[in-house]
């Protein structure tokens, strides 16, 4: 169950692991029982694993202790028949007669021997003589088969009890995997916007795969050996203990340095794998750069310089990995060499009591006890190596559980409130009430912000970066609450109502535009996943991306890259309006839509918006000049203050902040700013803002 032979190489299915970095976790026994509550519906399969661990290591403990009573039971009265003259023989002959207690009349020493007494002893076999007096062939020859018939069933039944182990361990575990990944997976999309700015997405991920796949290794095969080993181990020193106290002393007295060994090379083993992952981060690291900027490197002639660094950093990983090795082959041969010398002394010393007068420190020694010893110390070193290599996956399995539940206990800031109802269809009139916004507690980013948002009127915000534009913006869908004053859509709170139902009434263009790895139509209509592909197409004329779709390879059903690669930033803020088109909202929020397109391009958007905006209400953050001009109030942002409203060409004529903000951007030509004050495009300059904050 445990592995190959004693003093072979690293036990289990998953090898010599010594090369993983192990993670602690902070609070072992409130991670485990965490864990076990996952486990609780499929406790019935965990009851089977632990029944399997402790038949099959009771099976393992047992064969040992019958090979012995095969010796004394049969060989030994067989070996005296035949060598009645030889020296030591009847000495020999007397202290296997005394340990037979499969002999009729003899007491068995426990429990498990009774049964198997009762097993072999079935059908009426007396089983033989306590003296091996008068036991012919016959008897000696069915004797042995019937012993040798339930050694060969608690093998097998141990073979087929450890697969049974490692089957539903791994069912359960797996049930649990798939709950923990989906409970992750589902609380991530609960979790707000905030913790995402504050919590990088590779980390994030890492709880579903990484540490995921850490608590699955520990439940393939790390668990059920580590567990099973130390069972061994316990078991394998008691019943040495049972059968001869000194014998059994003797023959344990190399075990506490088989462990300090096997501690201090695992260790160092595990040291030197770190040290050898960073270097090898620092290859990877150096090797991406390099290749990334060959363009600079070529262009500043510094190949020569760079060769040489990276030789150097290739050779410190070759080092650490050359000293991890080391130390990690290390662990079996010095374990085997002291395995063999336990087994030196067992046969020395057992050798010598049976040469003397079948005693050992007063007690009495049978050659089938040293039979049994030396199979009990050949076994010995299994476990111990089992456990030293594969510990450390347990626990990177409880630390990786313990990063998941931490995930888990994240609260949610936004959550629905206590018997919060869905809203109906809105009008889309929207209020913001003396609003104040904080990200840090006591940094506010909106002060005292408030206006109103006719059902069908344009809004357009303006500011410099980090005024709060996009913050203002944020609170509408809820990605983040008011932390005073009240934000109301047709005079609802939007707290008062359920996230899902106001966001579904909500469409949002941003300038980084997120497409999926699937076909455009998929990619169209994941902002209305019912819509047909009619609408579909419809919704691509209207934000005049039918255009190029229609040159793409297999139009509509064109798989996109990642991110929608292959496609220009223009084409993408272009899927991504047909998108918000499909999804019909009542409110639009555009952030930076068109900021990405041409010229020609942005006509044809303007061309979309005016239709796609009829009706809604929409709120463009620092767009282009056309769209601005004709908003129906500009709000001006400036330390998350409104210190300016009004429409474009009242705030250019009162030549404050606004008009300061906007001329800063295009050249001061008088025939320019007369061309804007009198509502002409002029020049077609644009009014390109810093990123919204």
Known sequence: MFGGPAGGGPAGRGGNVLNQATLKPKNTSQTLGTLMKYFSPWWPMLIVALVSVVISTWGQVTTPELTGQLVDCYLTPSAASTFGNFPGISALASSSATSCWLAPGVNSPGTTDTLIKKAFTIGGFTGPKADGSNMGTNGRIAGLVRLVLILVIIYVASALLTSLTFFSLNWSGQHVLRALREKVFVHLHDLPMSYYAENEAGDLMSRITNDAVAIEQAMNFALVNVLGGILL????????????????????????IMLIATLYFSAQARKAYRSSRTSMGNVNAQLEENIA?????????????NIEN?????GDYRDANVRAVSFSAALSPTLQALGYLALAIVTCAGGLALLGNGTLFGTAISLGLVITFLLYVQ????????????????????????????????????????????????KGEVEF???????????????????TAKPGQMIAIVGPTGAGKTTIMNLLPRFYDVTGGAVRVDGIDVRTVTAESLRRQIGIVLQDTYLFNTTVTENIRFGRPQATDEEVLGAAKLAHADTFI???PDKYQTVLGERGS???????????????????????????????????????????????????????IAHRLSTIRNADIVLVVNDGEIIERGKHAELLEKKGFYYNLYMSQFRRDPQFVEALQNGHDGHKPQLKLDPPQ
């Open 379 to 426: 076994r010995f070193n299994q476990p111990i190596q089992q456990i030293a290599i594969l510990w450390p996956n347990v626990q990177n399995a409880l630390a990786g559980a313990e990063r998941i539940f931490g995930l888990l206990d994240v609260e949610p800031a936004i959550q629905d409130a206590k018997g919060a109802k869905e809203i109906q269809a809105i």
């Open 293 to 305: 900027a060959v363009r600079e490197v070529q262009a500043f002639n510094r190949a020569e310089e």
């Open 433 to 451: 009430a003396d609003v104040t916004a904080e990200y840090v507690p006591g940094q506010p980013v909106l002060k005292n912000v408030s206006f």
């Open 566 to 620: 292959g496609l220009s930033q223009g084409q993408r803020q272009l899927l991504a309006i047909a998108r918000a088109a499909l999804s019909d909202p009542r409110i639009l929020v555009l952030d930076e839509a068109t900021s990405s397109v041409d010229t020609r391009t942005e006509r044809l958007i303007q061309e979309a918006l005016v239709t796609l905006l009829k009706g809604r209400t929409s709120f463009v």
């Open 310 to 314: 990276f030789r150097v950093t290739s």
């Open 233 to 256: 181990l316990v078991w394998i020193v008691y019943s040495m203990l049972t059968l001869n106290l000194p014998f059994a002393l003797l023959a344990l007295a190399v075990a506490p």
């Open 550 to 552: 229609e040159r793409l």
